[in-house]
């Protein structure tokens, strides 16, 4: 992960702190995205004591999760930065699928539900969403997960080859 994923799935996190409770990130996820920024070598001085809670000391979390979102400038977090911060996450997890580095079902749900659904189902990310849609409906014979995985990764390897396209010029 670089910094440029780091920052983009931190302003997720924020956006969704003010998501219903059942629907804000976890501590446990907050600490983790302080791990993921630190390796990505973003620094703030509140980012190690987020990134180095211990279990049972996750309730800090949210906290130091604020004070990094202001030691790092991503305050006030506007529309721009936010639909900015969903492309480079659906980007992200693309790329991981597609490098076999991403269950590719849970991939795909990722992108469903944190870019393409909120990002108001863009035409780009269209055929992943259809895909991660299809496993929540309620059919008559199990899916043949393989079968879903192949057509995951090939519609995630079709979108960051347009979005090479596009984001090229060529």
């Known amino acids: 992960m670089d910094a440029v994923v780091a920052i983009s799935l931190i302003r997720m996190a924020a956006a969704n702190l003010a998501m219903e409770p059942w629907q804000r990130p976890s501590d446990a996820y907050l600490v983790q995205l302080g791990l993921d920024a630190l390796m990505a070598d973003i620094e703030a001085p509140s980012l190690p004591l987020l990134a180095g809670l211990a279990r049972g000391e996750y309730p800090q979390a949210r906290e130091l999760f604020d004070l990094v979102l202001e ?37 795909a749900k990722l992108i469903y539900e944190e870019a393409a ?15 991660a849609r299809g496993l929540y409906l309620p059919n008559d014979q199990p899916p043949d997960q393989q079968h879903i995985r192949d057509r995951v990764t090939s519609a995630a390897r079709d979108f960051l080859a347009t979005e090479a396209h596009q984001n090229h010029g060529l």
Do not use: M, N
């Not at 911060?85 to 991403?102: D, N, P, S």
């Not at 909120?118 to 780009?124: G, N």
């Open 71 to 107: 030691e790092l400038g991503l305050l006030p977090l506007t529309s721009e930065d936010l639909a900015k911060a969903r492309w480079t996450a659906a980007q992200w997890w693309a790329g991981q699928i597609v490098a076999c580095q991403l269950d590719p079902v849970h991939g």
């Open 117 to 131: 659904a909120e990002l108001d189902y863009p035409d780009a990310l269209q055929p992943i969403a259809d895909l």
